[in-house]
């Protein structure tokens, strides 16, 4: 009667315990795995999203500009002046790759407060990788004025800029009196990959 009493009291064994450890530590260990596969998964979406987001606020600024560009003459370094009232092409403004410049109105300047007028001159340029926004205080830049730089976008490969004339012909540069129909920017981001954005321009400035 003791002996099974005794018996029936019995506990685990060494190996029992044992086995149930290694089957408890591995458990935990893919649980941190399955942890870890969500953490970076949702890190990386997060990224993905703030991308995106940014490249929304990009497009949507430039947007803006070409929508209140107006058509007056372009002067960045204080050239005679010119009848060109865009300009663009590869290296334009110091870029490493295509470059961009016009003239629009709307800067807010409420009762002129300020000492400058609501028309602005603003360019686009790839730099070290960065799409960089430049704009100066004043719409004929004279000789020696610098630019206020906005950092726009970073780790871009490519800045790459087409109009489509009168003949409904894309060309690969623009130094002419009057203004495309339209403009298509294609930029290559790492990460991200090739994205291309046509930007039509107002039909009143494009006769």
Request: aromatic fraction near 8%; glycine fraction near 6%; avoid cysteine.
């Amino acid at each position: 009667m003791i002996r099974q009493q005794l018996a029936s009291q019995r506990g685990f064994t060494f190996i029992e315990m044992l086995l149930a450890t290694a089957i408890f530590a591995l458990v935990g260990l893919a649980s941190v795995a399955v942890l870890d596969s969500v953490t970076r998964s949702d890190t990386a979406s997060q990224a993905a999203l703030a991308r995106l987001q940014k490249l929304q606020q990009v497009m949507m600024l430039m947007e803006r500009d070409l929508w209140q560009i107006t058509p007056r003459q372009i002067r960045v370094s204080g050239e005679a002046p010119s009848k060109v009232m865009m300009g663009g092409a590869p290296n334009w403004l110091e870029s490493d790759d295509d470059g961009l410049s016009f003239s629009h109105a709307g800067w807010t300047n409420p009762a002129m407060i300020l000492p400058r007028s609501e028309v602005q001159l603003v360019g686009y340029r790839l730099k070290e990788n960065k799409l960089e926004r430049l704009f100066y205080l004043y719409p004929d830049a004279v000789t020696g004025t610098e630019p206020q730089v906005q950092v726009l976008l970073e780790e871009i490969d490519s800045f790459k800029l087409t109009y489509l004339d009168q003949e409904g012909i894309w060309q690969d540069s623009w130094m002419q009196e009057t203004m495309p129909k339209a403009l298509r920017m294609v930029i290559t981001q790492q990460n991200t990959g090739e994205l291309e954005r046509i930007f039509t321009l107002p039909a009143g400035l494009t006769q």
